[in-house]
């Protein structure tokens, strides 16, 4: 069974739709990228599967035994965080918060796991410096080890190039593009479809019409729909 | 006056019972206050204790009219609604926050001022008026159950500020990121809405209800210019805030001055000495 199911998912502020009938399915180790127009719902669709806001109507279905908790989250970065007086490692480690129940202290597994995180992604060695500090690429791979404290399976990227250089927003791709070579499926926002989409494996185009399939079938798919 | 004579007077004056009490409640105070300034301040949520502080002005004048025997009794619990309401309302677009926060803030107040002016007790009514909104020298005069009472809603601020620090902090980061990963935001902002009104009812023995919003901005705005983690900043917030409330109450005691306004004044002494601090912090790094 698929990792996460959406079958006629009708989304909308206060009743008001502003994506209807989407219907679409995630499969482990997949690599969904979500494209469409500014204010087309792709964020809300982001916070449905989140459940941060509920559906107007239709269904999200878990399969293989997913469970909410497995889901880690990369949201695109808030005013409030820009000059926010925190050193990386207390980010990081925030993101192991949603295990631990009532208990008011991290424990030593909690550290070390924060600790691997940071290395992977290339920030161990920033772990004292403040987040406000960073360069725009550190701090979304800070955001990102963060994330996968929360989660390891299953990664929702809201934009994680936005406001990067050229330079970073290709590293950022390629880091996110390993780690869904090692197993964690990945669902990606992202508007910088020239670079974003080489690495997919399958397209979900929000707007109208509506897209889903392979990334082999999107390509095919624009090619008939501009000649 | 020489250093030896200025002992002298402090001695003589805690000697006295109320001198004691007053620098007690006032290290309470402003060791509460400095503690969620520095959520609040990250949240942008400054005024919510400004706002607060207001009503709590206008449950004092009907719990005065009412002949209530204790005042906390009514103005705690309104408090507390108030701030729930209105972090409640921050979230929802249909009343933006600050024009929710600006339209309760002075409503209460006028409705405060009208019912203490309709049911006044004393022949002066303007200096009960001044003393709630600016502290007087109420501080001077607690009583044994307001020290007490002071004492255990403290106890309990920072009981509970220990307990969830770290849900405190990943929910004044990013909320959507740790309501996603399935950490209760709601219940931990519902948490610091009941916190904060019971920092601004407390606060308001020593400050009054217009000053109180000094006591939870300044220390972690000064705070912030030097120090950069959120433990660090949290820290400092507090040991700044504490040191000026004691420093502010023994000016006050020596100099005869207003405690509340003493109080903030040192608070914005202290802020001017960390900005200081920071540029030259910051110059010395860059070069």
């Known amino acids: 069974m698929a990792l996460l199911t959406c079958s006629h998912l009708t989304l909308g502020y206060e009743g008001n739709p502003v994506l209807s009938d989407l219907s679409f399915s995630v499969d482990a180790g997949d690599y969904l990228c979500i494209v469409g127009e500014n204010g087309s719902g792709k964020t809300t669709l982001m916070k449905t599967l989140l459940k941060l806001k509920t559906p107007v109507s239709g269904r999200i279905a878990m399969g293989d035994g997913l469970k909410q908790a497995d889901i880690g989250y990369l949201p695109q970065q808030t005013a409030v965080q820009r000059d926010f007086p925190a050193s990386v490692r207390e980010i990081v480690l925030s993101g192991c918060l949603n295990r631990r129940g009532f208990r008011p202290f991290y424990s030593a597994d909690e550290k070390k796991r924060a600790e691997e995180r940071m290395t992977r992604l290339g920030v161990g060695h920033l772990a004292k410096r403040c987040y406000r500090e960073l360069s725009g690429g550190q701090q979304q791979r800070v955001l990102l080890a963060r994330a996968l404290c929360a989660a390891g399976r299953v990664l929702l990227l809201d934009e994680p190039a936005a406001g990067l250089d050229p330079q970073a927003s290709e590293e950022m791709y390629a880091l996110i593009k390993a780690l869904n070579g090692e197993g964690v499926t990945i669902l990606m926002i992202s508007h910088d479809t020239a670079a974003s989409l080489p690495y997919a494996t399958h397209v979900l185009h929000i707007g109208t019409p509506l897209f889903f399939g392979t990334a082999g079938e999107y390509a095919a798919y624009r090619k008939g729909a501009t000649s | ?287």
């Open chain 2, 1 to 287: 006056m020489s250093i030896a004579e200025l002992f002298q007077t402090l001695g003589y004056y805690f000697q006295k019972e109320y001198v004691v009490y007053a620098m007690v409640v006032a290290v309470l105070i402003a060791l509460c206050s400095a503690l969620l300034g520095v959520t609040l301040v990250l949240k942008r949520f400054s005024f919510i204790g400004d706002g607060l502080s207001h009503v709590a002005f206008g449950a004092i004048a009907i719990a005065s009219a009412m002949n209530l025997s204790n005042d906390f009794l009514l103005v705690l619990p309104v408090t507390v609604v108030c701030a729930v309401l209105l972090l409640r309302v921050g979230q929802n677009a249909k009343i933006k926050g600050d024009a929710a926060i600006a339209m309760i803030s002075v409503g209460t107040l006028a409705v405060g001022y009208l019912i203490m002016n309709l049911y006044a007790k004393s022949a002066n009514l303007s200096g009960d008026v001044c003393a709630t909104l600016f502290g007087a020298a109420s501080i001077l005069t607690l009583t044994d159950t307001e020290v007490w009472f002071c004492a255990i809603l403290s106890v309990l601020v920072v009981t509970a500020f220990l307990l969830f620090y770290h849900k405190i902090f990943a929910v004044t980061f990013d909320e959507d990121f740790s309501a996603a990963t399935g950490i209760r935001a709601r219940v931990y902002n519902l948490i610091l809405a009941v916190i904060i009104a019971v920092v601004i009812v407390v606060a308001m023995n020593l400050v009054g209800s217009l000053l109180i919003s000094a006591l939870v901005i300044f220390p972690a705005m000064s705070a912030m210019r030097v120090f950069k983690s959120f433990r660090e900043v949290t820290v400092c917030s507090v040991i700044t805030s504490v040191s000026c409330a004691a420093v502010g109450i023994l000016i006050s005691i020596v100099a005869g001055t207003p405690v509340g306004a003493t109080i903030v004044t040192v608070d914005i002494a202290g802020f001017a000495l960390f900005c200081a601090a920071g540029f030259l912090f910051r110059r010395r790094v860059s070069a």
